[in-house]
């Protein structure tokens, strides 16, 4: 049973950055792979970055070079630094967590991410 909580969400202009924040709670061992996702209004979910305890990472091609994901293992967090940020990339982010390789995924509630001038 793990129970994830986001954070850093927000409103932010064109080019600006946010950097959101997942703590996991509930796993007493490292969580294989955790990452992020997000759902534009009329679109469906779509993967944005997830990385592994090993720190392997995988980006959607519609934010490589611009976000950046990170994890603190021993407390089972994981990151998001967004930068140069693009009205395209407003959606709600959501946490997900695989505590095992091909085991049960966890969702965390969602954060706004809103990208306007």
């Known amino acids: 049973q793990v129970q994830l909580v986001e954070s850093g969400g927000g409103l932010v202009q064109p080019g600006g950055s946010l950097r959101l924040s997942c703590a996991a709670s509930g796993s007493i061992f490292v969580i294989y792979g955790m990452g992020w996702y997000r759902q534009a209004p009329g679109k469906q979910r779509e993967l944005v970055a997830v990385i592994t305890s090993g720190s392997s990472a995988n980006y959607a091609d519609s934010v490589r070079g611009r976000f950046t994901i990170s994890r603190e293992n021993a407390k089972n967090t994981v990151y998001l630094q967004m930068n140069s940020l693009k009205p395209e990339d407003t959606a709600v982010y959501y946490c997900?967590?695989?505590?095992?390789?091909?085991?049960?995924?966890?969702w965390g509630p969602g954060t706004q991410v809103t990208v306007s001038s």
């Open positions: 997900n967590a695989r505590p095992r390789p091909k085991g049960d995924v966890y």
